[in-house]
């Protein structure tokens, strides 16, 4: 079972635009991850932020974190076409070994 | 470097046959995890294994098994398979040298049982 939703299902934005994209989890965590994934192939790691943090940032990426609210989000400043796939949360927690837990995913499409 | 390499990318079985999987780290990541992605499940964990042991399972039959070998490569095998079992199978890999890691995927490899 997934740990935790992600909203919103699709986001369909022009090249430009700012995408955001929300996370939820349910139990406590290590640290949250977020990849992407480009029409059913492997995943790409983008981006950890650690549970005693609050705010992340790579490139065009921004990742808040707010474990009081068990809730991430992930901002893509100016997107670009390259920028549409699939983008996953996925948490990792306790003592589970290797074990990421995913969310459904977001389907992000940027228009030219 | 090279990144994580899983043979073969495209499998079509028959239901109640077996396959094996092959997943080749990151030169010098120690820890292999498989996954599997389905429309309807998402991705789902399958275990993770760290100098050839077993620390981690998922939530799956019996049916589902693996090992890692010294050099850090890793196998998953499914026997009797089932329609169900038709999936993108992703491996990946990791320094593991905390708790706070990244992992490296692989492009996946995509079982079709008929």
């Known amino acids: 079972s997934q740990q935790g939703e992600e909203d919103p299902q699709a986001l369909s934005i022009q090249e430009g635009e700012n995408a955001t994209m929300n996370c939820s989890y349910k139990?406590?965590?290590?640290?949250l991850q977020w990849y992407r994934q480009n029409s059913g192939r492997g995943l790409v790691h983008l981006i950890l932020i650690r549970s005693n943090e609050r705010e992340k940032h790579s490139g065009r990426l921004r990742v808040t974190l707010d474990t009081s609210k068990k809730s991430s989000s992930l901002l893509i400043t100016a997107s670009r076409a390259a920028d549409t796939a699939s983008y996953f949360c996925a948490t990792a927690g306790g003592t589970s070994y290797g074990k990421l837990t995913f969310g459904q995913g977001t389907i992000l499409t940027v228009h030219p | 470097k090279a990144g994580v390499t899983q043979t073969p990318r495209y499998l079509i079985k028959t239901r109640g046959q077996q396959v094996t999987l092959s997943c080749s780290p990151i030169?010098?990541?120690?820890?292999v995890s498989w996954y599997q992605q389905t429309p309807g499940q998402g991705l789902q964990f399958l275990f993770e294994y760290f100098s050839e042991t077993q620390r981690n399972k998922g939530n799956f039959p019996g049916r589902f098994s693996g090992r890692q070998f010294s050099n850090s490569r890793s196998e998953m095998n499914v026997s009797t398979l089932e329609l169900g079992d038709s999936a993108l199978y992703l491996c990946?890999?990791?320094?593991?040298?905390?708790?706070?890691?990244?992992?490296?995927f692989g492009s996946g490899t995509r079982l079709t049982v008929v």
């Open positions: 990946a890999s990791s320094l593991a040298v905390d708790r706070n890691y990244g992992y490296t």
């Open positions: 139990t406590s965590i290590n640290n």
């Open positions: 030169s010098g990541h120690r820890s």
